[in-house]
């Protein structure tokens, strides 16, 4: 978890590597509906480019199908799920039918002006359309109403280790990956 421009997706893809599980982010599985022009690319635009989040129930039965595959087996890495208290029941449902547990919730922690920074910059470099200044100021007055209610729910359950997200890329890895080994999977 953490705020747009938090590198949720830079340190996602790092770590599930490490840990050998395939990291699942809900924003890049959008993007490329929204690239391919297919059905669920054409309900969800009008959300991914306002800097909404995606209707639940749209969401929920996305992330079912995806952690229904094979190679989400033996594990996965979650990168911009659950967003909800409603996306983290249906986690909860999901996988208390298949008699698992999460291991662990990370949360990246970045100062606001260094996230607005980051992704205007990568609003050059990449081009992503909801990377405008209004879009992304909408972004994070969302995270903060929608989401940031989930850090307490997981630290009530122990599961949160938070961790400083400023700073560049190797050094946040390496505070990452620090946790991560002292971690036992669940379930
Ligand atoms: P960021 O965290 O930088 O906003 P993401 O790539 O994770 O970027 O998400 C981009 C957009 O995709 C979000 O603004 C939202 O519209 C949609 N989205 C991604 N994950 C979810 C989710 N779990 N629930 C609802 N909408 C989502």
Redesign the pocket.
């Known amino acids: 978890m953490g ?4 590198g ?2 830079t340190h996602a893809s790092t770590l599930a590597d490490q840990v050998a599980v395939p990291a699942i ?4 599985i ?2 490329a509906h929204l690239a391919a022009g297919s059905e669920l690319g054409r309900t ?1 635009q009008q ?2 480019d306002s ?4 209707p ?1 129930e749209v ?1 929920n039965a996305m992330i079912r199908e995806r952690l229904a595959e094979e190679d989400a087996r033996s594990g996965f890495l979650l ?6 208290l409603d ?1 983290a029941a249906v986690l909860d449902g999901l996988l208390e039918a298949q008699g698992r547990d999460l291991t662990a919730v990370i949360v990246l922690r970045v100062d606001q002006e260094s996230l607005v920074s980051r ?1 205007l910059r990568r609003a050059e470099i990449q081009g992503r359309s ?1 990377d405008s200044e209004d879009v992304i100021r909408t ?1 994070l007055e ?2 903060t109403e929608q989401t940031v209610p989930l850090i307490t729910l997981y630290g009530g359950r122990g599961l949160l280790h938070e961790i400083d997200g400023n700073g560049d890329i190797d050094e946040v890895r390496e505070r990452i990956l620090e946790i991560t080994y002292t971690l036992t999977p669940a379930g």
């Open positions: 705020p747009p421009g938090a949720k997706g982010s809900t924003g890049d959008f993007r969800v959300y991914v800097g909404a989040y995606v639940d969401t990168d911009g799920y659950p967003r909800t996306q992704l909801d972004r969302v995270y």
